[in-house]
């Protein structure tokens, strides 16, 4: 007897549409699952580069401990150790952003797998800050690439009914990857030379992603986006789906849906695009060609911009203080309780990942926000009691604690909104035809939000102080509640064809 798996339909046309009908929602996980968890390693390599970080500079500029006859770092240096990751993301972005679709998905991620190994192997061998500072950089360059293609990638390969679940999980795979560099810091913090261990656990992980991406398709949405035959896009189609597209007629239709959507786009963006944005379409800007673009542009620029801009950077720096003045931990214990916040962090991801195809998207975003505004007031309320307890040389045990209690319920609170929530929508929104652009554009905003943030929290701080500080950030919070729930649309269980039609009838 045939296996039921592979005759149920996955849509049917429905007028000028297709639609996904009744069953059609089975996954063949083995499939769907290789072209996920290969993706997701390269968000993995980078969470363990911000774990690893901090035990990085505490070993590299330990006199016992460097290893080096160059550890005296300044504190300039020390934030070029750190940042020029950052600096290396934010030009591969840019290069995605100009010809990611031309290279396509799966070459990007192997591009990031070679900088990823590359710049791993080379940090585990720097002689000097220059070499290092170098491959920082290229490792950065990988951060770029991988965070651009691996969201699009597994948004177009995944099963709709599934599609939040594994955008949401690379997220928490992220995040494991962040509990991987603070265990590596803990594990390698007290050997000689064991930084360069700790830049050197992800060459492995490197050689994995590019040994595993060498094994997939490419995406059929980019396919046929680039131009290959339906022929072609049906192949890759079988291939990441498995038995959920094992009758070949009814993969054939969608993939028809899917080739039929994008010569729908082509056909209203040439009519709603002026003379302007002909020229913007030459010069390969397509994003900017159509005001049918304007929306998902807002939805997602917003996301990556609030999710920034609402006091995580502040929050989580000043986390082993707050677990401190709470009588939690020393400070030779702060290895030890970032462990502990990674681990919580990765909890409640999984609670989003778990929830995100039940309760949806917005749901969690309004909820998990407005979570994070009342943390952020909670914390404005201690910080006034721990400067008054200090300014009367008191112990302000009590505010201490309610600062502790605070950081749990917004890094809670952000982990099953922003964390992840905000990535997957990135992933889901932009039509197919500026779906590389966009995504590469908000991983610029993304991380250029970071380090602005960075850049300007501590001139803010000295200046206002901490109590102002997160009172600004809450009064931010307020301001993302509002933008999610007036722009931000439900896409729970959409084709990524039915998101894209919402932009056709604004």
């Given at each position: 007897?045939?296996d039921s798996?592979?005759?149920?339909?996955?849509?049917?046309?429905?007028g000028?549409?297709f639609?996904p009908?009744?069953?059609?929602?089975?996954?063949?996980?083995?499939?769907t699952g290789?072209?996920f968890?290969?993706p997701?390693v390269?968000?993995?390599?980078?969470?363990?580069?911000?774990?690893a970080?901090?035990?990085?500079?505490?070993s590299l500029t330990?006199?016992q401990?460097?290893?080096?006859?160059?550890?005296?770092l300044?504190?300039?240096?020390?934030?070029?150790?750190?940042?020029?990751?950052?600096?290396g993301?934010l030009?591969?972005?840019?290069?995605?952003?100009a010809?990611?679709?031309?290279?396509?998905?799966?070459?990007?991620l192997?591009?990031?797998?070679g900088?990823?190994?590359?710049?791993?192997?080379?940090?585990g061998?720097?002689?000097s800050?220059g070499?290092?500072l170098a491959c920082?950089?290229?490792?950065?360059l990988g951060?770029?690439f991988?965070?651009?293609?691996a969201?699009?990638?597994?948004?177009e390969?995944?099963p709709?009914?599934?599609?939040?679940?594994l955008?949401?999980?690379?997220?928490?795979i992220i995040?494991?990857?962040?509990?991987a560099?603070y265990?590596?810091?803990y594990?390698?913090?007290?050997?000689?030379?064991g930084?360069?261990?700790?830049?050197?656990?992800?060459?492995?992980l490197?050689?994995?992603?590019?040994v595993?991406?060498?094994?997939?398709?490419e995406?059929?949405?980019w396919?046929?986006l680039?131009?290959?035959?339906?022929?072609?896009?049906?192949?890759?189609?079988?291939?990441?789906?498995?038995?959920r597209a094992?009758?070949?007629?009814?993969?054939?239709?969608e993939?028809?849906e899917?080739?039929?959507?994008?010569?729908?786009?082509?056909?209203?963006?040439?009519?709603?695009?002026?003379?302007?944005g002909?020229?913007?379409s030459?010069?390969g800007?397509e994003?900017f060609?159509?005001?049918?673009?304007?929306?998902p542009?807002?939805?997602?620029?917003?996301?990556m911009?609030?999710q920034?801009?609402?006091?995580?950077?502040?929050?989580?720096?000043?986390?082993?203080?707050?677990f401190?003045?709470?009588?939690?931990?020393?400070?030779?214990?702060?290895?030890?309780v970032a462990?502990?916040?990674?681990s919580?962090?990765?909890?409640?991801?999984l609670?989003?990942?778990?929830s995100?195809?039940k309760?949806?998207?917005?749901?969690?975003?309004?909820?998990?926000?407005?979570g994070?505004?009342?943390?952020l007031?909670?914390?404005?309320?201690?910080?006034?009691?721990?400067?008054?307890?200090?300014?009367?040389?008191?112990?302000?045990?009590?505010?201490?604690w309610?600062s502790?209690?605070?950081?749990l319920?917004?890094?809670?609170?952000?982990?099953?909104?922003?964390g992840?929530?905000?990535w997957?929508?990135?992933?889901?929104v932009f039509?197919?035809?500026?779906?590389s652009?966009?995504?590469?554009l908000?991983?610029?905003?993304?991380?250029?939000?970071?380090?602005?943030?960075?850049?300007v929290?501590p001139?803010?701080?000295?200046?206002?102080?901490?109590?102002?500080?997160?009172?600004?950030f809450a009064?931010i919070?307020?301001?993302?509640?509002a933008?999610i729930?007036?722009?931000?649309?439900?896409?729970k269980?959409?084709t990524?064809e039915?998101?894209e039609?919402?932009?056709?009838k604004?």
């Open positions: 007897m045939q798996r592979e005759t149920e339909p996955l849509v049917e046309r429905q000028s549409e639609k009908v009744q069953g059609s929602d089975k996954v063949d996980w083995l499939a290789l072209c968890i290969f997701a390269g968000g993995l390599l980078f969470g363990y580069d911000i774990g970080s901090s035990g990085v500079l505490a330990n006199p401990l460097s290893g080096t006859d160059w550890y005296a300044s504190s300039f240096q020390s934030g070029l150790v750190v940042s020029m990751s950052l600096l993301a030009l591969g972005s840019l290069i995605a952003l010809s990611g679709n031309r290279l396509g998905r799966r070459t990007e192997l591009m990031a797998a900088l990823y190994g590359v710049g791993a192997g080379g940090l061998v720097a002689g800050l070499p290092l920082r950089v290229l490792y950065g951060i770029g991988a965070m651009h293609a969201p699009a990638y597994i948004a390969t995944s709709p009914s599934v599609r939040g679940l955008i949401s999980l690379k997220e928490a995040v494991g990857g962040i509990l560099g265990f590596a810091g594990t390698f913090i007290d050997e000689v030379g930084w360069r261990s700790m830049y050197g656990v992800a060459a492995p490197a050689l994995l992603l590019g595993g991406m060498a094994t997939l398709p995406s059929p949405r396919l046929l680039s131009g290959a035959s339906r022929q072609e896009a049906l192949a890759a189609l079988v291939r990441c789906e498995g038995r094992a009758d070949l007629t009814l993969a054939a239709a993939v028809d899917m080739a039929d959507n994008l010569q729908l786009a082509a056909a209203s963006s040439s009519s709603s695009s002026s003379g302007g002909g020229l913007l030459s010069l800007l994003l060609s159509s005001s049918r673009y304007y929306r542009l807002l939805v997602g620029m917003s996301l911009l609030f920034q801009i609402t006091g995580q950077p502040s929050v989580l720096y000043y986390a082993s203080q707050i401190e003045r709470a009588g939690f931990a020393g400070g030779k214990d702060a290895a030890g462990v502990l916040l990674g919580f962090k990765l909890l409640m991801t609670v989003a990942v778990a995100v195809d309760l949806g998207r917005r749901p969690l975003l309004l909820f998990g926000v407005s994070m505004v009342a943390a007031l909670a914390l404005t309320a201690a910080q006034g009691g721990v400067d008054a307890a200090n300014a009367a040389a008191a112990g302000g045990t009590g505010a201490a309610l502790a209690g605070a950081l319920l917004y890094v809670g609170c952000y982990q099953i909104s922003f992840p929530i905000s997957l929508i990135v992933g889901e039509p197919l035809a500026v779906r652009q966009a995504i590469a908000a991983t610029f905003v993304n991380f250029a939000s970071n380090f602005g943030v960075s850049l929290l001139s803010l701080q000295d200046g206002v102080g901490m109590q102002a500080t997160y009172g600004l009064l919070g307020v301001a993302a509640v933008n729930y007036y722009n931000v649309p439900e896409t269980n959409k990524l039915q998101i039609a919402l932009w056709r604004d």
